[in-house]
């Protein structure tokens, strides 16, 4: 007889097999449970940073197995991930500032002095008195002009003298620094830009008024009527329809034209006759002006001795004297011109006399070569170290026109001798200065050639612009 099991049996092996399996997986899942530790991430370099945001940062922590030998002291091993940190910026020492300062200026004017001026603008009288004494070897600040401009400037407060700037003229300014208690002065040259100018028109009334009226400086107008004096009287010589041409330096300031320089070359045409002038500098001599051929346009003598402003007197025979009232020779030339206007030596030589000398009044009498001399009455006084024995270059400055002795006004009056006689200073016959040596030739020759390029430019650029 055959009995019959209960199914349930059959199924116990499935259900230990899969209790078995369960519990193995708890026991897996137990035993590898991660530890965690939290830890403040702490670095010097960005405490601040890192304390601002007070993050903490969860770092899964792997323990290491040790050996048993392993020391007791030494640290964990963990394994960090990567964390981004966006970093705070330091903030740097800033460099010190320079103080804001308080700049008062003052233009001068007419009976201003020194101490008036900085007492007005706040400065004390000891600080007026170390600044006048720091710059006396640089400047003498007693000279100050009418139309300078003076500036002063303090720290925020105006509670301490900063600096002291004042415009000597318009190349050089004087600046004085205060440090410390301290003034330090110094004179600063302002750089300029060497330039050309050329001018050329008719002369419709006078070479003074004609260059005028085209922009030429009035320096420059002189220098010109000085270049051509042997050969052309722009006083009385000038005619309607006469031409000049000429090409000058001229010294620039940001663009400004702040200064005329020298003439460098030059052209007029009087009465149909033109006269050329070139300016050039042997090495180890003095420039002169030479024409296109290199010949000198210096004489021997000045036609006039000083710039004047018209011929008042001529040479004659004859004349009713003003003061006199008696016809009698009047054997020079009186120049009208300013009181105290400078009179030159018209040639090299040695003063004979210098002093009173009756009705000719102050007077000057200049010995020559070749029998020569020349008489300068009328004046007002003499220039330094002229007197009797004084040897002196033609154009050096022996006195100022005045109007001493028989004299109604200002005037130089003029006197040429040849051996002994006076002789008209207009119509003498004198000698030219020396040519250029040939070795000179070829290099004047050259600055001829590019002298004629300002002088003759070419007329589309002519048309744009008379300056170049």
Do not use: C
């Not at 100022?400 to 130089?412: E, F, I």
């Amino acid at each position: 007889m055959t009995t019959d099991r209960p199914r349930f049996w059959k199924s116990i092996p499935f259900l230990l097999s899969t209790l078995l399996i369960i519990f193995s997986y708890l026991g897996f899942w137990w035993l590898s449970a991660p530890e965690t530790i939290s830890k403040e991430v702490l670095a010097s370099d960005s405490a601040a940073a890192l304390e601002q945001n007070k993050a903490q940062e969860t770092i899964p922590e792997e323990k290491e197995i040790s050996s048993s030998t392993q020391s007791q002291t030494e640290q964990p091993h963990f394994e960090v991930n990567p964390v981004s940190v966006i970093a705070t910026p330091v903030a740097l020492t800033p460099e010190p500032l320079v103080p804001e300062l308080t700049v008062k200026e003052h233009v001068l004017q007419k009976g201003d002095t020194l101490y008036l001026v900085l007492s007005r603008l706040g400065v004390s009288d000891r600080e007026i008195y170390d600044i006048t004494k720091s710059s006396k070897k640089i400047y003498n600040l007693k000279k100050i002009h009418p139309g300078q401009k003076i500036a002063v400037a303090f720290d925020a407060n105006e509670a301490q003298l900063a600096s002291v700037a004042y415009e000597i003229d318009a190349l050089n300014h004087l600046e004085i620094l205060h440090s410390e208690g301290q003034f330090t002065a110094k004179k600063t040259t302002i750089p300029l830009e060497l330039g050309i100018e050329r001018r050329a028109g008719s002369i419709t009334d006078t070479l003074y008024e004609s260059a005028r009226r085209l922009g030429v400086p009035p320096e420059v107008i002189l220098d010109l009527s000085d270049i051509f004096a042997w050969d052309v009287d722009f006083g009385n010589d000038i005619r309607t329809g006469d031409h000049f041409n000429l090409v000058y330096e001229v010294y620039r300031k940001e663009g400004e034209i702040i200064r005329a320089g020298r003439v460098l070359a030059a052209e007029v045409t009087n009465r149909g006759e033109t006269i050329r002038a070139y300016y050039f500098k042997p090495e180890g001599e003095r420039g002169d002006y030479y024409n296109e051929k290199g010949r000198s346009l210096r004489k021997a003598f000045l036609k006039s001795p000083l710039r004047y402003r018209y011929i008042s007197s001529g040479y004659k025979t004859r004349r009713l004297h003003p003061i006199l009232k008696v016809n009698r020779p009047h054997l020079g030339i009186d120049f009208a011109a300013g009181r105290d206007t400078p009179v030159r030596a018209a040639s090299d030589g040695v003063v004979t006399f210098a002093g009173w000398n009756g009705g000719y009044g102050k007077t000057v009498i200049i010995r020559h070569r070749n029998g020569y001399k020349t008489l300068y009455g009328h004046l007002s006084s003499f220039f330094r170290g002229i007197k009797k024995g004084k040897k002196v270059k033609q154009e050096d400055f022996i006195g100022r026109v005045g109007s001493t002795g028989l004299s109604t006004g200002p005037h130089l009056h003029y006197t040429l001798y040849k051996n002994g006689k006076a002789i008209n200073p207009r119509k003498a016959e004198v000698l030219r200065g020396k040519p250029l040596g040939k070795e000179w030739l070829p290099p004047f020759s050259n600055k001829v050639a590019l002298m004629d390029h300002y002088l003759y430019p070419i007329p589309d650029l002519l048309a744009i612009s008379d300056s170049l």
